[in-house]
Every structure is written in C-alpha cells, then in structure tokens.
C-alpha cells in the first residue's frame, strides 16, 4: 500500500522559512516523478512543485518560482519542499503527491497533508 | 499558463440521478486531462486519466470524454458517497493546473 506521510508544517512569520518533507513507503520511490499540490482553507487546489525520478528535471508554479525548491533523496525514499520567503498567501495545507508514472503528472497517491500558517 | 473553468460551480442534484460536470480549457490540452475527487477533510482521488481512463479502483458509473478544450466528467446513477467537489486538472503544459472545483450537492 502506498503511503505519504508529510511532515515540518506549522506557524512561520512572513519572510522566514520552512522546509516540508514527505516519507513514502509502499512503491518503488525511484520509479516515479513526485510533487507538492497545495489548498488554501476553503479554496481549489494548486499544483506548486514537481520533480522527476532523478532529479533531474523540475518545475514550479509561477506563485513559488525562485523563492521554493523542491528536491529528493531516493535513498531515503524522501521529497522535500524549502520554502523561502513566506508570504501570507502560501497558507495552505501542502500535500505531497505521487506522479502516476516516470513524469505522467497525473497524482495518483496522496498524502494527508501539513498545514503551513504564514502570519506575524 | 493553462486555464481551466469548471462549470456549474455547484451541482444540486439526488442520489440516483446523472450529473454531468464541465471542464474547458483555455488553449487545447489533446486529451492530457485528468479527474479527481475530494470529499470533506480527506485528499483528492483520481478518477479518470487521458480524459477517459478510469483509474484503478474507480466504479463504472464514472466517465470521462472529450478532447481539445471541452471535457466532461459524467456519473452516471449518483451514490450518496458521490457527493463532493470535483476537479479537472491538465498536464498537456507546466504549469500543471487544476479547474476551480464543482461541488456536488443533495439537493
């Protein structure tokens, strides 16, 4: 069974840092592409980050472009999201999200997701 | 960047009934389309992939078609576990983006 398990959510200050990570058990992690969709309490959802199998290919949403990264270590069957200058408008529960193949991006697997507050 | 709308934004319909939910994009997608479901305090599911592909696991009540920028997401006969928010999401261009949501509601 495939499981997410997100972690390193909380209340950060506008302008500081966070660094969200997600452990994933059930599949072959270095099979397959991953990413980080977000919701806003009570809104849609918003694709932020996506990264393939090896690294070696990444995007981002025009709203995180040069202020998130997203990275992964296959041996430790980890994604990881650093967030770097918050803003009030990245409140959100991220959830982690496995790519239904080697860069399909479709989310087939998701996980329960981390809230991130932005506020002073 | 893609646009999707999602229409109508809310769906008041009873078990049993079909719904038929709305998805266009602002520029063509092929058939790079996908479907998911979310119900209150749990994550999305996919539902259909490639605009009609059901996902493993996913009834047959649920069909998806369409191509180019007019998608339709189709439930057949509406189970009272079918009520929740639906979404459209693309993946024919980054960014990956997702349509703003049909709620669908007993009415």
């Known amino acids: 069974e495939v499981q997410l398990v997100e972690s390193g959510g909380g209340l950060v200050q506008p302008d500081r840092s966070l660094r969200l990570s997600c452990a994933a058990s059930?599949?072959?992690?270095?099979?397959?592409?991953m990413h980080w969709v977000r919701q806003a309490p009570g809104k849609g959802l918003e694709w932020v980050s996506g990264i393939t199998w090896n690294s070696g290919g990444t995007g981002y949403a025009d709203s995180v472009k040069g202020r998130f990264t997203i990275s992964r270590d296959n041996a430790k069957n980890s994604l990881y999201l650093q967030m770097n200058s918050l803003r009030a408008e990245d409140t959100a529960l991220y959830y982690c999200a496995k790519d239904s193949g080697n860069s399909l991006h479709y989310f087939d697997s998701w996980g329960q997701g981390t809230l991130v507050t932005v506020s002073s | 960047e893609i646009v999707l709308t999602q229409s109508p934004a809310t769906l008041s319909l009873s078990p049993g009934e079909r719904a038929t939910l709305s998805c266009r994009a602002s520029?063509?997608?092929?058939?790079?389309l996908a479907w998911y479901q979310q119900k209150p305090g749990q994550s999305p599911r996919l539902l259909i992939y490639?605009?009609?592909n059901r996902a493993t696991g996913i009834p047959a009540r649920f069909s998806g078609s369409g191509s180019g920028t007019d998608f339709t997401l189709t439930i057949s006969s509406l189970e009272p576990e079918d009520f929740a928010v639906y979404y459209c999401?693309?993946?024919?261009?980054?960014?990956?983006?997702f349509g703003g949501g049909t709620k669908v509601e007993i009415k």
């Open positions: 999401q693309q993946r024919r261009n980054w960014p990956l983006t």
């Open positions: 490639d605009a009609s």
């Open positions: 059930g599949f072959t992690f270095d099979d397959y592409a």
């Open positions: 520029q063509s997608v092929s058939s790079y």
